[in-house]
């Protein structure tokens, strides 16, 4: 199980002659406003560029297209590990990642890979109806397949699938992978959207 870590914010009263200091500060020197710390990557795991190489994976998807870690090369990409049938975590992984394409906006530089963690109940019919229901419209992949062609990509990613009665007890990770196919984030879920989104438009710029 994963847990968000929560902020509890306060309200500060700074005394006007304390505002009235920080406002003039920002127009020092001629009245140029001092520089904003570039926007960093956000996560629970931060990785530089060109350290760790994302594992490789080669599987079909819904559509029966082969998707792999090669032809992804170029593209911005979050991998995770879901359940179609699942209507706890899993749901709520979908609609957290849903939520990051819509802010991304029509033209998002986001492709979803969601890698199945039941090859006996995934199917394109249940998959498709996870995503709709998710809210998930963008670039998305489910790939699907038997437990041998999936075990190497959960073993490579370090996801843990043991099913249970009625249920499937898995990892819970997003990996956020650059245009170089590099791993630069790795994420517990429940996510916290708006720090994938910051990391996707960072990544997005830094091309």
């Not at 570039?38 to 559509?63: C, E, K, M, Y």
């Not at 998002?108 to 969601?114: A, G, Q, R």
């Amino acid at each position: 199980m994963n847990r968000i870590v929560g902020w509890r914010s306060g309200l500060v009263l700074i005394p006007l002659m304390l505002v009235l200091f920080g406002a003039s500060a920002l127009y020092a020197r001629g009245g140029q406003r001092q520089s904003e710390p570039p926007a960093r990557l956000q996560g629970t795991d931060i990785f530089p560029d060109g350290v760790h190489r994302a594992p490789s994976f080669a599987l079909r998807d819904q559509n029966g297209r082969i998707v792999s870690s090669g032809a992804l090369r170029g593209h911005i990409y979050a991998i995770t590990f879901l359940d179609s049938r699942c209507r706890q975590e899993c749901p709520v992984a979908g609609r957290e990642l849903a939520s990051v394409q819509r802010a991304l906006g029509p033209h998002s530089p986001l492709t979803v890979v969601v890698v199945s963690v039941d090859p006996a109940g995934d199917t394109p019919t249940s998959v498709r109806r996870f995503m709709r229901e998710s809210g998930l419209s963008g670039s998305w992949h489910w790939l699907i397949g038997t437990r041998s062609r999936l075990l190497p990509v959960w073993n490579a990613y370090g996801i843990d699938v043991q099913p249970v009665r009625g249920d499937i007890s898995h990892t819970a990770a997003v990996y956020l992978i650059d245009r170089k196919g590099w791993m630069r984030v790795a994420d517990g879920v429940p996510l916290l959207p708006h720090q994938l989104l910051q990391s996707v438009r960072v990544l997005q710029r830094s091309d």
